[in-house]
């Protein structure tokens, strides 16, 4: 019987490009982190006119294909208990292989910055994320609700 080697997935991290944008929003919209196109290019545009000083970013996982296949959205906080405070506002994988490659660049980034804590906002149908993340010991901090708000008071 012949050894085959298993193929072992290489991924690459960089910023994403302005012009990547709408490359990686399928990835987005598959998550359920953007509705649409629009939406998506607004969001990541307001990051990139606000990050110049590396405080806030979108950080492309690339696999050996040039695909992306994974995005980290984060930004750098206060937090009085904790102090500076990696917020992982985005965590978008749709599996496990990224989602580990994705947290350890996010544990990466927040070292780099001398950061206390990383904090990681979990969409509500994320729950195979959320339970991945606490086998890699993130405890649940706190609850945070949202209620939408429209134009008009009801």
């Known amino acids: 019987m012949r050894y ?3 193929a072992v997935p290489h991924f690459t991290f960089r910023d994403l490009k302005v012009d990547e ?17 629009s939406d998506w290019q607004t969001f ?5 006119h606000s990050h110049g000083n590396g405080e806030r970013g979108i950080k492309a996982l690339v696999n050996r ?7 980290i959205v984060f930004a750098i906080g206060s ?8 917020e992982v506002t985005h965590l978008i994988t749709c599996d496990r292989m990224s989602a580990e490659a994705l947290v350890e660049e996010a544990l990466r980034i927040a ?22 993340l606490r086998r890699r010991f993130f ?15 009801s």
């Open 4 to 6: 085959m080697e298993q």
């Open 21 to 37: 944008i709408d490359q990686a929003f399928p990835l987005a919209q598959a998550t359920g982190t953007a509705p649409s196109l």
């Open 44 to 48: 990541a545009l307001s990051l990139f």
């Open 65 to 71: 294909h040039g695909t992306i296949v994974g995005l």
């Open 79 to 86: 937090d009085p208990r904790h102090g500076t405070v990696l």
């Open 111 to 132: 070292r780099e910055r001398k950061c206390t804590l990383m904090r990681a906002d979990i969409g509500a149908g994320d729950l195979w994320l959320s339970d991945f």
């Open 139 to 153: 405890t649940l901090e706190r609850h945070q609700l949202a209620r939408a708000l429209s134009a008009s008071p």
